[in-house]
């Protein structure tokens, strides 16, 4: 339980990064200077005001400085990493393995936001992520690959284990990028971004093929259920509006990866 709750606090402090990087990465502004500032007026942040959550309610989601109004996202990032910290460890226990799904849930967050609120998915997650997602297998190599059905044991588990993790990554991201390809041709209008494909292999070296798959159709039906309804309510127009794909597909993986998994071989 003391484990969890620190992995928590840790999340929400991995939580107040993730906000720098949602701003700054779509605008190609380093994540390291200058220090956090206010986006309105400039002014930089005390560290009493950059405790998570706590400095937000505070300041009554305002700037000290010029009282412009600070985001719900701040909090939101926040907590929702916190949380996701909290149950990786409580279900996992401190290891390896929820180090990785503390990291693919960060990394989900990060992606889930920033395609919500810019379109975009930062190469620094979603390429990144891909080649953590690799190096995890190998340091905590999941104990179902599917890939285990058809390669011999005798590789080790480990072995397994990493080539399920870039075979599902770049299968994904290869069939993804046919079926993006082909819908633009047929149409004449582009319905898939890189960037999906890319956090698409990234899902897939993280979660191997089984979850990354799940991932896919519960981000394709979530996206479906809510961006029609979102549509409808707010009266865009379906042919032209630009649904953030990525952010239903992040909710999807997170839910998954925090999951404990499923095992397909003895």
């Known amino acids: 339980m003391i484990e969890a709750i620190l992995a928590g606090l840790s999340g929400l402090l991995i939580g107040s990064f993730l906000n720098v990087c949602i701003h700054r990465l779509p605008r190609d502004e380093s994540v390291v200077h200058p220090r956090s500032h206010c986006p309105q007026c400039g002014a930089s942040i005390s560290w009493y005001d950059n405790v998570p959550v706590i400095s937000w309610v505070l300041l009554k989601g305002h700037c000290r400085n010029c009282h412009s ?12 990493t916190g949380i996701c910290f909290f149950i990786a460890v409580w279900f996992r226990g401190p290891s390896l393995e929820a180090a990785k799904s503390c990291v693919f849930a960060a990394i989900m967050v990060d992606l889930i936001f920033t395609d ?10 979603t ?5 953590l ?3 995890f297998a190998a340091l905590a190599p999941a104990s179902n690959p599917l890939l285990g059905l058809l390669l011999p044991w005798q590789l080790g588990l480990t072995w397994v284990a990493v080539l399920e993790s870039a075979a599902t990554a770049a299968f994904l991201a290869g069939t993804l990028w046919s079926i993006g390809r082909i819908y633009a041709l047929v149409r004449k209008r582009e319905g898939l ?10 899902i897939g070296a993280f979660l191997g093929l089984a979850p990354a798959l799940l991932a896919l159709l519960g981000g394709s039906l979530l996206g479906s259920i809510v961006g029609l309804a979102w549509i409808v309510l707010m009266r865009k127009e379906a042919a032209t509006y630009e649904l953030p794909f990525g952010s239903f597909l992040g909710i999807a993986a997170a839910v998954i990866g925090l999951l404990p998994p499923v095992s397909y071989v003895g």
């Open 116 to 125: 919500f609120e810019e379109r975009i998915l930062p190469d620094e997650f």
């Open 127 to 131: 390429l990144g992520g891909t080649v």
């Open 69 to 80: 109004a600070i985001t719900y996202r701040y909090p939101l990032v926040e907590v929702l």
């Open 133 to 135: 997602g690799i190096i």
């Open 193 to 202: 971004g890189l960037g999906d494909v890319k956090m698409v292999a990234c």
